[in-house]
């Protein structure tokens, strides 16, 4: 097995897009060091246009809860932009020369791309033909004996049209519209102006290579077709604007910071009923320890419903947790619940 790539760095502080009141990110190397670095695995919501209910393969971009947003933020790790106003303006101020590189960045891209499928085909056949004890080289020879045994055969029909060959020189060379007797080809008339045509037309009239496709190991490949991810480094990063606000946060946001300082992930507790469902480690490791609902320091709460927490949170082998963080000093305070059978 090969060993594994070393993850990019990510130069910090990194912007988080705002759409819509939604905060976004877009760049998978962010992403992957929110949840390596800053234990924050937020929710992937990309999906196919037209299969937009599937949610088993999501993609980027990745949804940061307003939480995740904020202590990034209030941390120095990243600052949050107008993502509609920062594009708006990145593409009315871009030059000539921009777009231009831009452009020959996505071609190379697309030959990169071609490549890479081309010898990951290359490879599979090469697996092949070793599962099936046959060797490469012997196909090639074989290969090549049969292209020899085709030139031979053309090269003695070709002595017999030696007399065409010379009277298409001589139509091409001259310029003549003479028919020689010896062949039946009609050759067709061109008239000067469909030769001008032609010449500035943007289509070729005679078939030639497309411009779509290149030339790898002497085999045409079709270049592929890279679609952008992210705007950078097309656009350039977007500055920090003070002038915006902090992400707004529920009452719920003290107890998310109180144990993300103390190394925990948080995944969102809707299906257990409480804010957050509360991780040891990453939870594709690890099997959540909290149902942690976060209240107001001075917020009344039914009993009943901590004791349908308890059961609920004991029931799948978890604890209920409820906090709070004291205006005054900005403490929290957090009680962890369980079911006991009497």
């Known amino acids: 097995m090969a060993p594994a790539s070393a993850p990019t760095q990510v130069t910090e502080p990194f912007p988080i897009s705002c759409i819509a009141g939604r905060y976004l990110l877009f760049d998978v190397d962010v992403v992957s060091h929110c949840r390596r670095k800053h234990n924050m695995c937020g929710m992937l919501v990309g999906t196919i246009p037209n299969m937009s209910q599937q949610n088993v393969f999501l993609g980027i971009p990745l949804e940061l809860m307003p939480e995740e947003a904020r202590v990034l933020v209030e941390n120095g790790n990243a600052y949050v932009v107008d993502d509609v106003e920062v594009h708006r303006q990145g593409f009315i101020e871009m030059s000539r020369e921009d777009r231009l590189n831009a452009l020959e960045e996505m071609d190379r891209r697309g030959i990169d791309a071609a490549k890479e499928s081309m010898d990951k085909a290359e490879r599979k056949k090469d697996k092949a033909l070793k599962e099936k004890g046959l060797r490469r080289e012997v196909l090639e020879r074989q290969n090549v004996g049969s292209v020899a045994e085709n030139t031979v055969v053309d090269e003695t029909s070709g002595t017999e049209s030696s007399s065409d060959a010379g009277s298409d020189l001589g139509f091409i060379m ?31 009239a005679s078939p030639s290579p497309s411009v779509n496709s290149t030339n790898l190991k ?12 992210t705007s950078y480094p097309l656009l350039a990063t977007p500055p920090q604007d003070t002038s915006l606000p902090l992400p707004p946060v529920p009452a719920s946001y003290p107890l998310f910071r109180y144990l993300h300082s103390r190394g925990y992930f948080h ?33 009344e709460f039914d009993l009943l419903d901590v004791v349908g927490g308890g059961r609920l949170g004991t029931g799948t082998k978890k ?5 709070g963080g004291d205006p005054k000093d900005e403490s929290v305070r957090a009680f962890s619940i369980e079911w006991a059978a009497m």
């Open 319 to 323: 604890a209920y947790m409820i906090g």
């Open 218 to 229: 002497g085999v045409n490949v079709s270049r592929q077709y890279v679609t952008p991810t």
């Open 267 to 299: 995944m969102p507790g809707l299906r257990f009923g409480c804010n957050y469902s509360v991780y040891p480690g990453d939870p594709l490791r690890y099997h959540s320890h909290f149902l942690a609902t976060g209240m107001d320091w001075d917020r």
């Open 174 to 204: 001259k310029g003549s519209t003479f028919l020689d007797s010896s062949t039946k080809e009609t050759r067709p008339s061109i008239d000067a102006s469909a030769a001008e045509t032609t010449l500035f037309d943007s289509r070729p």
